[in-house]
Every structure is written in C-alpha cells, then in structure tokens.
C-alpha cells in the first residue's frame, strides 16, 4: 500500500513537472503585461454565453482587452498568454489542460515569435511539430472552429519602419510553412502580418512590441473574425 502511494505521489510530481509553465530566456521576448505568462480567464457576466480562447504570447497580451471589449455580450473570452514555441517540452500536456477548462466556441492561435531562434526548433520539425499543434487542439476542442494568427512583423530595435533582416526573414518563412499547414488541414488565417506591415510606424521600438494604438487595430481584427465563426455556428 505504501509502495502504491509513493509512486501514485511520484508520478504526480513528475506530470507537475513536466507541465510546469516555461520561461522564456532573452529578454526582449518579455510577456508584455502585467499578469506576465499564463491563463487570463474572462469576467463571466453571462454564463449562457459562447465561450472563446485565444492563444499566444506578449502580442497577444497587447491586444486581448479589445477583443474581449468588442466581443462583450457576444462572447466570454478566455486567453493563455505563454512564451511556448513548437518544440517546448510539455507544450501538448499543458495546451490540453488548458483547453480542459472549455469547451470553447471558438480557439483564435499562434505560435512564433518565440520560435525564431536558431536551435530552438529543430531544422526540418516547424511543419510537422505545428500539424501536430491543429491536432491536438482538434482532439481535445472538437466542437471549437480553430482560427490562425500569423505572427507580426519584427523590425529594427530603434528603428521601428525598418524591419529586422534576420529576425523578420525567419517569422516570414515561419508564416508560410503555418500558412500550408493550415491549407492542409482546412484552418482559416487570420494575417495579423499582413495588417501590420503597411503599419510599422505603430511598432513600439523594440523589435517584437506594438504601441496601444496598434495593439487595439490588432484586437479589432482578431474580434471581427471571431465574431464571423460564432455566427456561423449559431
């Protein structure tokens, strides 16, 4: 019996470990809020409502208050704020805690900016690794429309119109490999980097972060195609 407890006590500490929320190393790649990493759930006024979860990392902590604003009486909107990429050890075991928390209506997702580091997703996995991401959501979300957010565009620190030449070249490459596997796999995207590319001067100087201005056009493009999904699924 007591052999039986330590190891069911073992494996719980184990699975704690395995999931336990990442951090994220350079810090430029900050979470861009308050709260920092992690879960924000919704103010539920209305627990009739259709639930939605939008999942991503600093970029997203920029622009949620206006979608949840937009989409208010429309929609309770939960968002996982994290600095995961593709390749993160424990990213399918938490990505499946979270989504245990809906179900959800509709998950709005992206992964990149943190992938960009050379290493950090092996050469060769970003397309397989991120097939394997719409999976999991797919299995454990199977009501929920899935929607695709390209990653924005990285400039020059200090010099915000001018897009990075290393950084920027690997999140557009990033964007097309995600943009065939969603094809693939009938997701829609949404092309955050294609709305902020005419918008540079929006970007806040440090390479990766949007000034309030740009992160509420951000918010407002997000909650427009949220809105459309739940519609359809009235």
Not at 168 to 175: C, L, R
């Given at each position: 019996?007591?052999?039986?407890?330590?190891?069911?006590?073992?494996?719980?500490?184990?699975?704690?470990?395995?999931?336990?929320?990442?951090?994220e190393?350079?810090?430029?790649l900050?979470?861009?809020?308050p709260?920092g990493?992690g879960?924000?759930?919704?103010?539920?006024?209305?627990?009739?409502?259709?639930?939605?979860?939008?999942?991503?990392?600093?970029?997203?902590?920029?622009?949620r208050?206006?979608?949840?604003k937009?989409?208010?009486?429309?929609?309770?909107?939960?968002?996982?704020?994290?600095?995961?990429?593709?390749?993160?050890g424990?990213?399918?075991?938490?990505?499946?805690?979270?989504?245990?928390?809906g179900?959800?209506?509709v998950?709005?997702?992206?992964?990149?900016?943190?992938?960009w580091?050379k290493?950090?997703?092996?050469?060769?996995?970003f397309?397989?690794?991120?097939?394997?991401?719409?999976?999991?959501?797919?299995?454990?979300?199977?009501?929920?429309?899935?929607?695709?957010?390209?990653?924005?565009?990285?400039?020059?620190?200090?010099e915000?119109?001018?897009?990075?030449?290393?950084?920027?070249?690997?999140?557009?490459?990033h964007?097309?490999?995600?943009?065939?596997?969603?094809?693939?796999?009938n997701?829609?995207?949404n092309d955050?980097?294609?709305?902020?590319?005419?918008?540079l001067?929006?970007?806040?100087g440090d390479?990766?972060?949007?000034?309030?201005?740009?992160?509420?056009?951000?918010?407002?493009a997000?909650?427009?195609?949220?809105?459309?999904?739940?519609?359809?699924?009235k």
């Amino acid at each position: 019996m007591k052999r039986k407890l330590w190891l069911a006590t073992s494996l719980l500490i184990l699975a704690t470990i395995a999931v336990a929320p990442a951090q994220e190393k350079d810090k430029r790649l900050h979470s861009g809020g308050p709260k920092g990493w992690g879960v924000q759930k919704a103010e539920i006024k209305d627990p009739k409502l259709p639930r939605v979860l939008l999942i991503g990392d600093s970029i997203l902590n920029g622009y949620r208050a206006t979608v949840a604003k937009t989409l208010e009486g429309k929609a309770n909107v939960d968002a996982w704020v994290n600095p995961l990429h593709q390749a993160s050890g424990g990213l399918h075991e938490q990505l499946k805690g979270v989504l245990a928390e809906g179900p959800y209506a509709v998950v709005h997702f992206n992964m990149g900016l943190h992938g960009w580091p050379k290493g950090r997703i092996p050469d060769g996995q970003f397309t397989p690794l991120t097939r394997k991401l719409v999976h999991t959501i797919r299995d454990n979300a199977p009501n929920a429309a899935l929607i695709w957010a390209s990653s924005t565009p990285v400039t020059v620190k200090g010099e915000p119109t001018k897009l990075d030449p290393e950084i920027n070249a690997t999140i557009v490459e990033h964007n097309r490999m995600a943009a065939a596997v969603m094809k693939e796999e009938n997701v829609p995207v949404n092309d955050l980097y294609a709305l902020m590319i005419s918008k540079l001067d929006l970007a806040r100087g440090d390479q990766f972060h949007w000034k309030g201005e740009g992160s509420v056009l951000q918010g407002k493009a997000v909650a427009e195609i949220v809105a459309k999904h739940l519609a359809a699924k009235k």
